[in-house]
């Protein structure tokens, strides 16, 4: 995996939009609608549990949370309690896929590819 401003590359395959990366390994689109409602509050649509149900259906060993390429993406203080029942890692993108390349559980990754 690589990532810079504005994408991020698995498999071979660039992405130039927030991903999510499920404990298969198959990778699908963030969908922030559901948290967009925060948005105006944040500057950002931050990352909230309103999107973090795809957890309780997946029973990962890991959650990884890459909040940007630097570090701005917001998660709501509901989100972070609900992240505080998993082995959550929060941390800029680049240090989420510098982590992933070592992790050896079930994982799932939300990845923020801008700010």
């Known amino acids: 995996m690589k990532t810079g401003f504005g994408f991020i590359e698995i498999d071979g395959v660039t ?13 699908s689109k963030r969908k922030k609608g559901r948290s967009r409602k925060l ?6 649509t931050p ?11 997946e029973k990962p ?6 909040t940007g390429q630097y570090g701005a993406l917001p998660v709501t203080k509901k989100a972070d309690g609900i992240l505080r029942t998993y082995s959550a890692v929060v941390a800029p993108t680049p240090d989420i896929i510098t982590a992933l390349a070592g992790e050896d559980r079930r994982y799932v990754a939300i990845i923020h590819v801008t700010c």
Do not use: P, Q
């Not at 990352?47 to 259906?57: C, G, P, Q, R, T």
């Open 47 to 57: 990352l909230s549990e309103y999107e973090l149900d795809i957890l309780a259906k």
């Open 15 to 27: 992405y130039d939009h927030d991903v999510i990366i499920h404990t298969d390994g198959s990778v």
């Open 61 to 66: 060993g890991a959650v990884y949370i890459g």
């Open 39 to 44: 948005k105006g509050d944040l500057g950002h």
